[in-house]
């Protein structure tokens, strides 16, 4: 006989698969990811209620006025002022969506299709700026339109992206100009 056919008459056992270790290490695996997860959200409601002091956030007047600009796009979140990755979370303001951004005479209302609307009294408009990032999301230098507010006794960031990024410097300038004459009519 030849070698080969020697080989092959041998009477060997295919390798068997250990079922039992392999679906141990998948069980595993599986509680690890839940233990993560949970302890995530765990997180994120701890930090809702350590921003329990934030008061709620205003609805739009009835007559706002006629809109000076419009903006469909996303809605990034919000951060205290100056801290781009201290997000936050209370009232839903952590929560990203879809967004119609109008801005009146009264202030900027902020529709969000899914979540909490919310709106920014032009009294309480403090900067636009254009930026490249606000907690969970980093953009091109410019590609995100920021917006500063007053809320109760803190500062906040809220950050927004145009579905036409060409609108952006429009929305600072007007924002910016709106800003400058609210605070001129206060003096």
């Known amino acids: 006989m030849t070698p080969a056919?020697?080989?092959?008459?041998?009477e060997k056992s295919a390798p068997v698969t250990d079922w039992a270790a392999r679906l141990g290490w998948v069980v595993g695996l599986a509680l690890f990811v839940a233990l993560v997860y949970w302890l995530m959200r765990e997180g994120w409601k701890w930090r809702g209620t350590l921003q329990g002091d934030l008061p709620d956030l205003p609805a739009a007047p009835d007559d706002p006025g006629p809109a000076r600009l419009t903006l469909s796009g996303r809605y990034h979140g919000s951060t205290t002022a100056g801290q781009w990755l201290d997000r936050i979370v209370a009232h839903g303001l952590g929560?990203?969506?879809?967004?119609?951004?109008t801005l009146t005479d009264a202030g900027l209302d902020v529709v969000r299709p899914g979540a909490t609307d919310f709106f920014i009294p032009a009294a309480a408009l403090r900067e636009a700026r254009l930026d490249k990032g606000i907690a969970g999301k980093v953009l091109t230098e410019g590609g995100l339109l920021v917006v500063t507010w007053a809320h109760g006794d803190k500062l906040i960031d809220s950050g927004f992206r145009s579905d036409r990024a060409a609108e952006h410097t429009e929305w600072v300038d007007t924002l910016n100009q709106m800003i400058t004459t609210t605070e001129g009519a206060e003096r």
Do not use: F, Q
């Open 95 to 101: 929560t990203r969506s879809r967004v119609e951004l």
């Open 5 to 10: 056919l020697l080989i092959a008459a041998e």
